[in-house]
């Protein structure tokens, strides 16, 4: 059985810092890993996605993650932050078994001017 | 390119009552999945449908189910409505022939509130 956790339930941090998101999974087989990202009162949109090859993955709006076996990890980050960052952030993911997303619980982003 | 669409937006019901829930998926795909957000306990997947079966379920009572239409768009029916229903209710569809990975790609959702 697959599982995420998302370390932080919420991040607050100031316009223009670094912020990094922690993800851990435990998969017993392959996987594939993904973040979302859900703006208030919006469904989910895809940041990123590893599936394979280099371990460090590039987004849209700025955000990359960078997938560790070793650790069973991937963390987003993104060197600087904008207000119209915060949303809830999701990692999740698949063995690709192509049935289903396990999901994180979320990590609230807060942006602060 | 039109994405995953959903209705109603929102729907108000009281206990007891049915709900049913609508989603169109992206064009050319062909499975259908259906998640459950609720306040506190992230998003919890309930049913897949691909090419009009369904194909797998999540850990829900059997008074939630569904449907796929043969134009791959989808139904989502919750009988004998109680208050830890309310939640937002995502929609997401792929396009299972790339099956080397699950890119999943969600609609706006249905907020159902149970009163």
């Known amino acids: 059985a697959q599982s995420v956790t998302q370390l932080d339930s919420q991040v607050p941090v100031f316009e223009e810092a670094p912020v990094e998101l922690r993800c851990n999974y435990s998969s017993s087989v392959s996987v594939y890993l993904f973040w979302y990202v859900q703006y208030p009162n919006q469904g989910l949109q895809l940041l990123l996605k590893y599936l394979s090859g280099s371990t460090l993955v590039k987004g849209i709006n700025g955000f990359e993650a960078e997938f560790n076996k070793s650790q069973t990890s991937f963390h987003l980050r993104k060197p600087s932050v904008h207000i119209s960052d915060t949303a809830e952030y999701f990692c999740?993911?698949?063995?690709?078994?192509?049935?289903?997303?396990?999901f994180g619980k979320g990590t609230l982003l807060t942006v602060n001017p | 390119e039109a994405g995953v669409t959903q209705s109603p937006t929102h729907l108000i019901k009281t206990r007891g009552q049915q709900a049913t829930l609508r989603c169109s998926p992206i064009?050319?795909?062909?499975?259908v999945y259906w998640y459950q957000q609720a306040l506190g306990l992230g998003l919890q997947f309930l049913l897949w449908y691909d090419e009009g079966e369904e194909r797998n379920r999540g850990n829900f009572p059997p008074r939630f189910s569904g449907r796929q239409f043969p134009n791959y768009s989808s139904e989502l029916n919750v009988n004998a409505l109680e208050l830890e229903d309310s939640a937002l209710y995502l929609c997401a569809s792929s396009l299972v022939v790339l099956a080397a990975y699950n890119e999943q790609f969600f609609g706006p959702g249905t907020r159902l509130t149970v009163l």
């Open positions: 999740a993911v698949s063995d690709g078994s192509n049935y289903k997303l396990t």
């Open positions: 064009s050319g795909h062909t499975s």
